[in-house]
């Protein structure tokens, strides 16, 4: 596994929450009018020219069409659950961008951003947006090989099984012998559940030895390793444990099988295949940012003062 720093985990998770330029520079306008030229310029008397399609206007302010989509469409990108896709949805959101813009202009008119914890404020935003854009910028064009996840397929495909789990019945006798006795009445065909009702001193024989699902850890480590071995209808040798003499019977045996690659994860929408995929993209983007940062700091001039940290 890579060892990343805590920057370096902000930064990779911006990379998820900010997925393109797009995103970015849609996010992170300061003002509901688009820079970005996506139709003709409007000329507007006295002011900056507008590109795009004029939607509305506060106090002079533009608010292009195209921005007003952008803007939606990276909503909706960061919060899934958010639709606005019907008319009175749109005429909503646009009421909130208007109220949003008058009260910007009358904080601009106020002067607040020339406030000192304003302007710190803004800067470290100014240095957040322009991280996360190195960040996509860096790791773009990052991708994964169908080769590079079938051999991690190959490798660690155990690890995707779901646990196997064991549903066990016990007898648990004092002596040996009496063990040996019950061992050839059950190869005999006897009746497992009755044989524990009957002689097993433990407390489950009252219910015919029924252990339930077996809790691997509640276990001691001979018990688990001979359930281990056996599949769902057979009964094990003798052997011994804290109480006695154990003889146990599998009656169930669920998971333990490993999956495909194109079989479903549980609890996910996604196969073992994009499962795999996923993480070796993000491995490999955690390494690039980490190259990034060691050579930035080996290239560096840094001072600090560990005294000052007491």
């Not at 008397?45 to 002079?60: D, E, F, H, I």
């Not at 169930?252 to 993209?281: F, R, S």
């Amino acid at each position: 596994m890579l060892r990343k720093s805590g920057i370096l985990l902000t930064l990779l998770a911006a990379v998820v929450l900010f997925a393109g330029c797009d995103q970015i520079k849609g996010m992170f306008q300061t003002s509901l009018g688009s820079k970005t030229a996506t139709s003709s310029a409007v000329a507007q008397p006295g002011s900056q020219p507008v590109y795009g399609t004029v939607l509305a206007k506060v106090n002079g302010e533009t608010i292009t069409l195209e921005s007003f989509d952008e803007k939606i469409k990276n909503l909706e990108a960061l919060s899934p659950e958010i639709k606005i896709n019907t008319p009175e949805a749109k005429k909503n959101y646009l009421n909130d961008l208007i109220t949003q813009e008058l009260i910007y202009q009358e904080a601009r008119s106020r002067g607040i951003e020339k406030q000192k914890d304003v302007k710190e404020a803004m800067e470290e935003f100014r240095k957040g947006v322009m991280a996360r854009q190195l960040i996509v910028d860096e790791t773009k064009g990052i991708a994964v090989e169908p080769t590079e996840i079938e051999a991690f397929y190959g490798q660690y495909k155990q690890a995707f099984a779901a646990p196997r789990q064991v549903h066990a019945r016990q007898i648990v006798v004092s002596s040996e012998q009496a063990a040996k006795d019950i061992l050839i009445q059950l190869l005999q065909g006897g009746d497992f559940a009755a044989l524990a009702k009957e002689r097993s001193i433990d407390a489950t024989a009252s219910k015919g030895g029924d252990m339930g699902a077996i809790n691997a850890a509640e276990q001691f480590d001979k018990f688990n390793e001979v359930t281990a071995t056996l599949d769902a209808g057979e009964v094990s040798p003798i052997f011994k444990g804290p109480k006695g003499y154990y003889i146990v019977k599998v009656d169930e045996v669920t998971g333990g099988q490993v999956p495909q690659l194109t079989d479903m994860m549980a609890e996910t929408n996604m196969t073992v295949y994009d499962q795999i995929k996923n993480g070796l993209l993000q491995q490999k983007q955690a390494q690039r940012i980490q190259d990034l940062t060691d050579r930035l700091r080996r290239e560096a001039k840094i001072e600090i003062k560990n005294e000052l940290l007491q």
